[in-house]
T-cell receptor, first 116, second 111 residues
Framework: NAGVTQTPKFQVLKTGQSMTLQCAQDMNHNSMYWYRQDPGMGLRLIYY???????DKGEVPNGYNVSRLNKREFSLRLESAAPSQTSVYFC???????????????FGPGTRLTVL | GQQLNQSPQSMFIQEGEDVSMNCTSSSIFNTWLWYKQDPGEGPVLLIALYKAGELTSNGRLTAQFGITRKDSFLNISASIPSDVGIYFCAGRTSGTYKYIFGTGTRLKVLA
C-alpha cells in the first residue's frame, strides 16, 4: 500500500497562475483533508471531505477550491495564485469518518509550493 | 480560534537522555494525537489517545491524555539520533471534524 500520495512534490508559480494539487489514497478511507503548513503556524485545515460527494470549508479556505473526484482522490485548486499561498500543502485521509470518536489521520508527503 | 500551546518549542538533548514535551489547550478535547515529522516529509502518526488519563506506549514513546482533558504529554525514553525531527500534537473535540495542531517541538539530539 502506498498510503496517501501527492503530486507534484514541488511547484513554482507566478502570481495569477492556476494549478491543481492532486491527492490519492489507497486505504479505502471515507474522509480526506487538505492542510497548509507555514513556519511557526502548525497545520491549518483548508478544506475537508467527510465522504465522497461532500466537501466543507476549514479554517483557511479563501483562494482555494476542492473536488472530491471519487473515494480515492481529493484535489485542491488554486485559481489565481498569490504569494501568500506559498506554503507546504499536505493531504490527509482518515477512517472511520470525520465525526467518529476514533479518527486517526494519515498524511501524504506534501507539496512544496512557491508563488513568486 | 482555539489554540494549542506546545512546549518546548525546541530542545537539544544528549543521546540516551529522556525527553518530555506537552500540549495545553484552552478547550476540552476528547482525542489527542501525536505525530513526528522528518524534514521534507509528511507527519507520521505515533500515538492516539481517546480517554482522559489514558497512558499509551509505542516503543520508547509514551503519551498521556491529561485528566483535565485540556492537556497531553509525550515522553521519549533513551533518545537516539533518529529521534531528530518535529513532534506535533493535535487535539479534537467530540462531534467535530477538525483537529487543532500545536506549533511543534523541534528535537535535536547530540550524539
Amino acid at each position: 500500500n502506498a498510503g496517501v500520495t501527492q503530486t507534484p512534490k514541488f511547484q513554482v508559480l507566478k502570481t495569477g497562475q492556476s494549478m491543481t494539487l492532486q491527492c490519492a489514497q489507497d486505504m479505502n478511507h471515507n474522509s480526506m483533508y487538505w492542510y497548509r503548513q507555514d513556519p511557526g503556524m502548525g497545520l491549518r485545515l483548508i478544506y475537508y471531505s467527510a465522504s465522497e460527494g461532500t466537501t466543507d470549508k476549514g479554517e483557511v479556505p479563501n483562494g482555494y477550491n476542492v473536488s472530491r473526484l471519487n473515494k480515492r482522490e481529493f484535489s485542491l485548486r488554486l485559481e489565481s495564485a498569490a504569494p501568500s499561498q506559498t506554503s507546504v500543502y499536505f493531504c490527509a485521509s482518515s477512517e472511520p469518518g470525520a465525526l467518529s470518536s476514533y479518527n486517526e489521520q494519515f498524511f501524504g508527503p506534501g507539496t512544496r509550493l512557491t508563488v513568486l | 480560534g482555539q489554540q494549542l500551546n506546545q512546549s518546548p518549542q525546541s530542545m537539544f538533548i544528549q543521546e540516551g537522555e529522556d525527553v518530555s514535551m506537552n500540549c495545553t489547550s484552552s478547550s476540552i478535547f476528547n482525542t489527542w494525537l501525536w505525530y513526528k515529522q522528518d524534514p521534507g516529509e509528511g507527519p507520521v502518526l505515533l500515538i492516539a489517545l481517546y480517554k482522559a488519563g489514558e497512558l499509551t506506549s509505542n516503543g520508547r514513546l509514551t503519551a498521556q491524555f491529561g485528566i483535565t482533558r485540556k492537556d497531553s504529554f509525550l515522553n521519549i525514553s533513551a533518545s537516539i539520533p533518529s529521534d531528530v525531527g518535529i513532534y506535533f500534537c493535535a487535539g479534537r473535540t467530540s462531534g467535530t471534524y477538525k483537529y487543532i495542531f500545536g506549533t511543534g517541538t523541534r528535537l535535536k539530539v547530540l550524539a
